[in-house]
């Protein structure tokens, strides 16, 4: 998996994904964070505690709810239902409370 990027939006046309881009960075900001950095970070030993795994992961989370606002679109629902089964399985690991 690769990081985000212009290729990775919709559109047929360069043109058209760089303007779906542009548009993820002006609504999510400066905090981008994807499964494709997350899993370069914790394959490349880059977290130094599971706390900025879960920081990272939750980032996810945030930027898939401000880019995608109908919560009736199937991205908006698989966002939340991987939200709700990551912090499930997190509280269920206890890792939170060993740090």
């Given at each position: ?51 900025n ?10 930027n ?8 009736e ?22 890792i939170?409370?060993?740090?």
């Amino acid at each position: 998996m690769k990081p985000v990027s212009v290729l990775s939006f919709g559109g047929e046309t360069q043109e058209q994904k760089e303007k779906a881009f542009n548009q993820y960075l002006e609504i999510v900001g400066g905090k981008l964070m994807d499964l494709g950095t997350v899993t370069e970070r914790a394959r490349g030993g880059k977290y130094d505690n599971p706390l900025n795994f879960r920081d990272d992961m939750r980032q996810i989370f945030i930027n898939c709810r401000k880019f995608n606002t109908d919560p009736e679109s199937i991205v908006s629902k698989a966002g939340e239902k991987l939200s709700e089964t990551f912090e499930t399985r997190w509280k269920e690991s206890g890792i939170e409370e060993l740090w």
